[in-house]
Each structure stands twice: as structure tokens, then as C-alpha cells.
């Protein structure tokens, strides 16, 4: 599976998205598609542990969650080091 | 300021406040008896900010400092302020386990694993117990709540204006979004005419709650994006290190789908709380004016005792 579909998946489990992540593209906003700062956190733990990283304290923003295609950018660049 | 320089001014102040018998230490850092004198300021405060509220007709009501279990767990307070948070532990133990408690109170020791989570926590903020009330539909038009009690937070400091049993007077608003938002600001314009009247320079700044740990920073900044809580920053100890004195709050729809509040036409009601940190009030006032009542401005005077 792709990275970016992992985090789909996750997105969809965790998000508490009001549409269908399916309905979601890559760089649309997660925030105005119904995920609360609470979801954010409980996306931010599943990824973790999904990829075996941690988001850093320079991660820790909202920008980071914003979209499918910003966490993919975080997780490129964790997954590098 | 620095720290140290910070630390100095909360002990000149906290001293300053024992020595004039206002505030009675009981061995806990933030947790204090206080002077009748103390208590005529505090009721004084509570007062001057009902009689702002009075137009809107709150319901008046009264609740222990304490809260279910099930209202604790369910505002979600341990999972985001388990640092702050209050717990209530005590024995249930039989006659064995009472005699192992005895031997560990006779040796110093530490018993906390013989104790046993409760039904109830100590209340963090005095508008929690309201919502648990509401369950199922409000009046058409909403309705607001007023009350004013103890909280408790973990926070044990040597700051005067921070401490760990400290009161908070509260006007609830739960109703439509269109209804809470008006309301908010009519409480942003009441607050600033409070703290302009008592004088104690008050500004507003976009705020967030203390969240704990990495999670809690994303918490944080949610709120600030959509600028939910707006604190009354009074500058006690400089205007570098300004104090929160009162703050409006809008939960957007967070209570009543937690707690299944409904407004007449069937949506989720939105909420919001105008809240004064009623005892920071009064070591605030203490603070500018000095430790004579007697001696403060006839208009300070005249706010908290018309």
C-alpha cells in the first residue's frame, strides 16, 4: 500500500471526518472537512505507531494535519531520518 | 522578568497579603483561609459582576465543588489536563488492609495504593456541572445559568494569584450559535467596563487552556484558530507576566453533543461561559490599591459596595 493511502486509512479511522475520506483529495483541508483538534491528536498517535515515529515539537502544528498531503510531506521526511 | 525576579515579587505580594491577615497559609502552596475583609472584597466582586448579568435573567443555581465521575470523565478533563486534574481517592479497604493503612501512617510511609478511585472529582471549572442538568431540549431563546463556587486545579505555586482552591464566578449561555456569539460580545464589552471601573488595567488577548504533553499543543492552537477563549490579562506582577482575571469562552458545539443538548429546532445547542477569577480579583485589588480597604478610591469603592 502507498504511503499516502496508509494515511488515508488512518485519516478515515481516526479523523472523524464528516465526508467520506474518499471524498477527501490529497491537499484538501482536513480541518474543513469536519476533524476536530481532538481527531488531530488521536490521527497524530495512530501514525505514530503505525510508522514507528514521532511527530517532533517543530511538527506539533496545525499545518502539519492540515491535509493528506501535509502529513505525507512530515512522514517523507521522519522516515528519511 | 526573569525568574527569579518573578518568584521575589510573588513572595513580597503573598507576604504582604499574610501579614495583613487576608490570606491565612495552611502549610500548601495556593491554599489559603482567608480575612473577613478578604471575603467582603470577594462577595463585593461576584456582585458587581451579577448586577452586569442581571439583564439577561441567569438562572441562579449552586453546585459543590465536586463533580460525578461519569460528568468528570465524560468532559474529558483527565485525558486533556491530567496534570491539573483532581481525582478523588479514598478507602474501601477491609480489616486487613486498614491495619497495613495504620502501619504505613505510623511509618511515613506512602499509602496511596490502598486507596480507591471514587464517584466523585474535585470541580476544575464551576460551569461543568451545568451541562449534565440540560440534557434534552432548551427553551426556545436559550438560557444562561449563574453561578459561583470553589474549583480545584493541581497547581501548586507560590503565586498568590494562582492557587489551587480558588473561586470562580460563572454566566452560562446555552442557546443557538447566532444567540451565544451575540451574547459573547456583550460579555467582552460588560468585562472590559468591569475591569476599567476597578481600575485594574486590564487588556484582552486570544488564549488557550493549559493542555498537557504534545497533544495538548495542537489542542492549543485549535482554540487560538478559531479564537475561543479570550482572556482578561491583568498586570499584577508587570505588564510582561499579565495575569488571567476573567475570560469568555464559546464551546461551539462541544457541550451539547456531549451531553445531548438540544435547542428548539433540534440542533446541537452551542454554549459559551463568561467566567471571573473571582479570587484573583481580590488579591488583584489588594495588590493596586493596598491592604486597607478603607484607603482604595471611593469609585473602586463605590463598584464593589454601591
Known amino acids: 500500500m502507498a504511503r499516502v493511502d496508509e494515511i488515508r486509512s488512518i485519516v478515515a479511522e481516526y479523523g472523524r471526518l464528516g465526508v467520506d475520506v474518499g471524498q477527501v483529495a490529497d491537499e484538501d483541508s482536513l480541518y474543513s472537512a469536519g476533524m476536530t483538534s481532538h481527531a488531530s491528536v488521536n490521527v497524530m498517535l495512530a501514525l505514530e505507531d503505525h510508522f514507528d515515529v514521532e511527530f517532533p515539537e517543530r511538527l506539533l502544528h496545525r499545518s502539519t494535519f492540515e491535509s493528506i498531503l501535509n502529513l505525507d510531506q512530515a512522514l517523507a521526511e521522519l522516515l528519511d531520518q | ?306
Open chain 2, 1 to 306: 522578568m526573569a525568574d527569579d525576579a518573578l518568584r521575589a515579587a510573588f513572595d513580597e505580594l503573598r507576604g504582604r497579603l499574610i501579614e495583613a491577615g487576608h490570606l491565612i497559609p495552611c502549610g500548601v502552596d495556593g491554599v489559603y483561609g482567608k480575612s473577613a475583609e478578604y471575603e467582603r472584597v470577594w462577595a463585593g466582586v461576584g456582585a458587581a459582576a451579577s448586577r452586569l448579568a442581571a439583564p439577561d435573567g441567569p438562572v441562579l443555581c449552586s453546585f459543590p465543588p465536586l463533580l460525578p465521575r461519569v460528568t468528570f470523565d465524560k468532559v474529558e478533563y483527565v485525558r486533556n489536563f491530567p496534570h491539573l486534574s483532581g481525582p478523588m481517592f479514598s478507602f474501601r479497604g477491609d480489616d486487613r488492609a486498614h491495619a497495613e493503612l495504620i502501619r504505613r501512617l505510623d511509618e511515613g510511609q506512602p499509602y496511596a495504593d490502598l486507596l480507591q478511585q471514587t464517584d466523585v472529582a474535585f470541580t476544575p471549572a464551576c460551569c461543568y456541572p451545568v451541562y449534565s442538568t440540560l440534557t434534552k431540549a432548551v427553551p426556545p431563546g436559550g438560557i444562561v445559568f449563574e453561578h459561583h463556587s470553589y474549583c480545584f486545579r493541581h497547581e501548586p505555586s507560590p503565586d498568590p494569584m494562582r492557587m489551587q482552591a480558588f473561586r470562580m464566578w460563572e454566566n452560562v449561555r446555552v442557546a443557538t450559535p447566532d444567540d451565544v456569539l451575540d451574547w459573547r460580545s456583550t460579555w467582552l464589552s460588560r468585562f472590559a467596563e468591569l475591569f476599567d471601573r476597578l481600575g485594574l488595567d486590564a487588556r484582552t488577548d486570544i488564549a488557550s487552556d493549559p493542555f498537557f504533553g504534545r497533544a495538548g499543543r495542537l489542542m492549543a492552537q485549535g482554540q487560538r484558530a478559531y479564537q475561543l477563549k479570550i482572556e482578561f490579562l491583568v498586570p499584577v506582577f508587570g505588564e510582561s507576566e499579565p495575569t488571567a482575571c476573567a475570560s469568555v469562552n464559546y464551546h461551539l458545539s462541544h457541550f451539547g453533543e456531549l451531553f445531548d443538548i438540544r435547542t428548539a429546532d433540534g440542533d446541537a445547542a452551542h454554549s459559551a461561559c463568561a467566567a471571573v477569577g473571582s479570587d484573583r480579583c481580590v488579591v488583584a485589588l489588594f495588590q493596586r490599591y493596598g491592604m486597607e480597604t478603607d484607603t482604595w478610591p471611593s469609585s473602586v469603592r463605590a463598584v464593589l459596595w454601591p
